[in-house]
């Protein structure tokens, strides 16, 4: 018994004070910035305003971080109205309805000028990406008449 005990603790011992020939890569501290890949520093430049739609979105911008409440605001030609107000809506990532609210005129609707607009939008328990979508209020549901402007966004 003796004998195996001593044979086990001399190959243990043998095994543990060879030189290993290729020594393993193993990071446990910082890693050197030359086995980092680069990250671009300039992002996609944000998407044109919506000026050809008859929408200027102020607030807020695609890619923002948003929270709840927040505030939607801009401003858009008179077509865009029904009666004085146009739908805007949150959907996350599965396209599932977040908020729902309309957007109403600060001003006179009916003309061609741009007409502002400012509202709050709330919605609950949801964190990630989002798109935030402002539809022209369409009554003949004529699909020459339908405007959209889609903004991606971040919720958290």
């Not at 020594?23 to 671009?40: E, L, M, S």
């Not at 903004?151 to 958290?156: D, G, K, M, R």
Request: net charge negative; glycine share 6%; charged share 25%.
């Amino acid at each position: 018994m003796r004998a195996l005990y001593y044979l086990l603790l001399a190959s243990l011992l043998v095994t543990a004070c060879t030189d290993d020939p290729e020594p393993t890569d193993v990071a446990i501290g910082p890693v050197k910035r030359d086995n980092v890949a680069p990250v671009p520093a300039d992002l996609p430049p944000p998407p044109p305003p919506r000026a050809e739609m008859g929408m200027h979105l102020l607030k807020p911008q695609a890619g923002d971080s948003l929270r709840s409440p927040m505030t939607v605001e801009g401003e858009a030609r008179g077509p865009w109205y029904f009666e004085a107000q146009f739908m805007i809506k949150l959907y996350d990532s599965a396209q599932r309805l977040l908020a729902m609210i309309p957007a109403k005129a600060a001003g006179d609707w009916m003309t061609e000028a741009y007409v502002p607009f400012r509202t709050q939008l709330e919605w609950k328990d949801y964190r990630g990406k989002a798109l935030l979508i402002l539809e022209a209020d369409n009554p003949s549901g004529d699909a020459e008449r339908a405007k959209r402007f889609e903004l991606p966004v971040h919720l958290y």
